[in-house]
């Protein structure tokens, strides 16, 4: 079973949505039986600026995804910590 595309929107991301509008997503307020679950979405227009809320059903595509990605620090990074707590 497929799940529905806008489950798998997060903050960050840009989609089109209505008649092939693009807009980023702000943040989301989840469903009664689920919190985790996106039901409707704060999304801010590209092209014009407007904040507004949209159902999630409106989602018609993920443009880019934005996903953070923490690396584990660099050697040189760890020596100089180590250098300033001596």
Request: no cysteine.
């Amino acid at each position: 079973m497929n799940d529905p595309l806008f489950l798998k929107v997060r903050p960050g991301d840009t989609v089109l949505y209505e008649n092939d509008q693009i807009g980023k997503i702000l943040t989301f307020i989840g469903g009664s039986r689920d919190p985790d679950a996106p039901t409707l979405f704060q999304i801010a227009n590209v092209d014009s600026g407007e904040i507004r809320w949209i159902h999630g059903e409106e989602v018609t595509k993920i443009v880019s995804e934005y996903r953070t990605i923490i690396k584990k620090p660099s050697s040189f990074y760890e020596q100089i910590q180590q250098q300033q707590q001596q």
